[in-house]
């Protein structure tokens, strides 16, 4: 197993040191342009690379995302999100779902 070390780094900030995942070290590592990556999937990227433990998240899905292509082969990757990101920008639907959870707790 793989253990990206070179891709963590640490940034640290007034409130404390927080651990980075340096995607530019990960492209130098895997031989790939960054730049060819669309936004979602430089996300997943970060993601896998952060996540790797060699049971859930394996080297290899860190180089097929890294590796993606727009007609990719299909295949499951690994995907442990850490944050939930909402496309409205207005906020609503989350109210609507907090407000069927309270009825339904209720």
Do not use: H
């Not at 409130?15 to 960054?34: K, M, N, W, Y």
């Not at 993606?68 to 442990?80: A, N, T, V």
Request: overall charge negative; cysteine-free.
């Amino acid at each position: 197993m793989r253990s990206f070390e070179e891709v963590r780094d640490v940034l640290r900030l007034p409130e404390g040191e927080v651990t980075i995942f340096r995607l530019d070290r990960l492209a130098d590592t895997l031989g790939i342009s960054l730049d060819r990556l669309p936004f979602s999937i430089r996300v997943l990227l970060e993601n896998a690379v952060r996540n790797v433990d060699g049971f859930l998240v394996q080297d290899e899905d860190v180089e097929i995302i890294g590796r993606w292509e727009p007609q990719p082969e299909k295949r499951e990757i690994p995907y442990m999100p850490a944050r939930v990101v909402l496309q409205d920008f207005t906020g609503v639907p989350a109210v609507v779902d907090f407000a069927a959870m309270r009825s339904a707790m209720a």
